[in-house]
Every structure is written in structure tokens, then in C-alpha cells.
Nanobody, 122 residues
Framework: QARLVESGGGLVQAGDSLRLSCAAS????????MGWFRQNPGKEREFVGF???????SFADSAKGRFSISRDNDKNTVDLQMNALKPEDTAVYYC????????????????WGQGTQVTVSS
């Protein structure tokens, strides 16, 4: 069974940067697109961005210009770099893996991590 483990969450102030990492195991990482989603209590899981198996990226409008995603296929890791953080970025952030093409739809992802909390204070 594939396993995804996120790390790097924490409490930061508005305007700060934070880098989340996701380590994958038990899957052919290079064949998977890796997505980042976030969720707050009582709300639906929200697309943040993904990096496709071939390195292309896509971001939600709320993340464009502030967030970036990179992957290391040798280390089976994917990182979400978040800059200029805002209080509305506060959420539990999840990484997810989808075979081949990326998607903004969380229902299309095959594997999920347990999530890491990001809290941005004003």
C-alpha cells in the first residue's frame, strides 16, 4: 500500500513563508502526479495545486504567484513552497497521488497523506 507523509506545517505570521514536504513510498513515484489540497473544519477539501508526472504545474487562483510545487523523483518527495502567507491560508494541508495526469478534483486521487496543520496569524 502506498504511503504519503506530510511534514513542515506550523504556526506562522501573515507574510511569512513555509515549505511543506511530502514523502511517498510504495509507489512508482515518477508515474504519479502529486497534488496539494487543504481543508478546514466543516468545509470541502480545496485544491491548491499539483505537479504532474512530467513536471507541469497547475495552481488554484488563490495560490498563483505565491505558491510553487517541486518534486524530486530520486527522493520520492514533493514540496509545496508557500510565500506571502495570509490568514485565509490556514488549513490542514494534504498531499495526494494520482496515477499519470494531475487533476483539480480530489475524488480522482488514489492516495492521501494524513495532513499537516498550517496556521497563519494576522
Amino acid at each position: 500500500q502506498a504511503r504519503l507523509v506530510e511534514s513542515g506545517g506550523g504556526l506562522v505570521q501573515a507574510g511569512d513563508s513555509l515549505r511543506l514536504s511530502c514523502a511517498a513510498s510504495n509507489l512508482i513515484f515518477s508515474s504519479y502526479s502529486m497534488g496539494w489540497f487543504r481543508q478546514n473544519p466543516g468545509k470541502e477539501r480545496e485544491f491548491v495545486g499539483f505537479i504532474s508526472w512530467n513536471g507541469g504545474t497547475s495552481f488554484a487562483d488563490s495560490a498563483k504567484g505565491r505558491f510553487s510545487i517541486s518534486r524530486d523523483n530520486d527522493k520520492n518527495t514533493v514540496d509545496l513552497q508557500m510565500n506571502a502567507l495570509k490568514p485565509e491560508d490556514t488549513a490542514v494541508y494534504y498531499c495526494a497521488a494520482k496515477y499519470f495526469r494531475g487533476s483539480q478534483n480530489p475524488d480522482e486521487y488514489d492516495y492521501w497523506g494524513q495532513g499537516t496543520q498550517v496556521t497563519v496569524s494576522s
